[in-house]
């Protein structure tokens, strides 16, 4: 089993910065991929950013040059986000992937608004 714990999300005015934390505990083990989501009302959760177990990364169009995705070796998966926009608004998810399952972090609500 994994646990997933976001932070990092609140209030921010376009242009500004913000960066998501994903604190990983539980079975670390096999760790296929890890990523960020985000999801808002009425809307399909869609995929932000990922990273894989060799390092590689991927980014939503929508989201590149502005976001960073990293890890540590601790498994703890960052966001960081520059240039914010009011569309950049939504509840964003920590996401893992192993070789036993699939898992959801509860979510962190960022809001982007003068």
């Known amino acids: 089993q994994v646990q997933l714990v976001e932070s990092g999300g609140g209030l921010v005015q376009p242009g500004g910065s913000l960066r998501l934390s994903c604190a990983a505990s539980?079975?670390?083990?096999?760790?296929?991929?890890m990523a960020w989501h985000r999801q808002v009302p009425g809307k399909q959760r869609e995929l932000v950013a990922g990273i894989v177990s060799n390092g590689d990364t991927r980014y939503a169009e929508s989201v590149k040059g502005r976001f960073t995705i990293s890890r540590d070796r601790q498994n703890t998966l960052y966001l960081q986000m520059n240039s914010l926009k009011p569309e950049d608004t939504a509840v964003y998810y920590c996401?893992?992937?192993?070789?036993?399952?699939?898992?959801w972090g509860q979510g962190t609500q960022v809001t982007v608004s003068s």
């Open positions: 539980g079975s670390l083990l096999s760790v296929k991929a």
């Open positions: 996401n893992l992937k192993n070789a036993w399952g699939d898992y």
